[in-house]
């Protein structure tokens, strides 16, 4: 229903940054909520920021808040994650994911990956010190 293919990965040293992109396909990419996650070695997989289908309504986790933004464009079918003043302990792969038919205030960082329906193979951003 929604195919996912992230970019932009890469290695940066400390203080550095990068802007990921997630290109969608299918009949409901522009009816979907958007989350980016990220798991680190041996860690769980986490949201790190969430934006609703109009782009509207975006939330960070603490973390990453002030650092990073996401955004997205419905015309092109893409949503991007702008990451600034990174550290090593964003290291991690990166993933963007869909989901379908929620409104906006559903677009939160608190979710587990378990809520959303649709996953892109994932992107490494490695940050070195």
């Known amino acids: 229903q929604v195919q996912l293919v992230e970019s932009g990965g890469g290695s940066v040293q400390t203080g550095g940054s990068l802007r990921l992109s997630c290109v969608g396909s299918?009949?409901?990419?522009?009816?979907?909520?958007m989350g980016w996650f990220r798991q680190g070695p041996g860690k769980e997989r986490e949201c790190v920021a969430a934006?609703?289908?109009?782009?509207?309504?975006?939330d960070y986790t603490d973390s990453v808040k002030g650092r990073f933004t996401v955004s997205r464009d419905n015309a092109k079918n893409t949503v991007y994650l702008q990451m600034n003043s990174l550290k090593p302990e964003d290291t991690a792969v990166y993933y963007c994911?869909?989901?379908?038919?929620?409104?906006?205030?559903?677009?939160?960082?608190?979710?587990?990956?378990?809520?959303?329906?649709?996953w892109g193979q994932g992107t490494q951003v490695t940050v070195s010190s």
């Open positions: 299918g009949r409901r990419f522009s009816d979907s909520a």
């Open positions: 994911a869909a989901k379908p038919g929620v409104y906006g205030s559903w677009s939160r960082a608190n979710r587990p990956p378990a809520s959303f329906d649709y």
């Open positions: 934006i609703s289908r109009g782009g509207i309504y975006t």
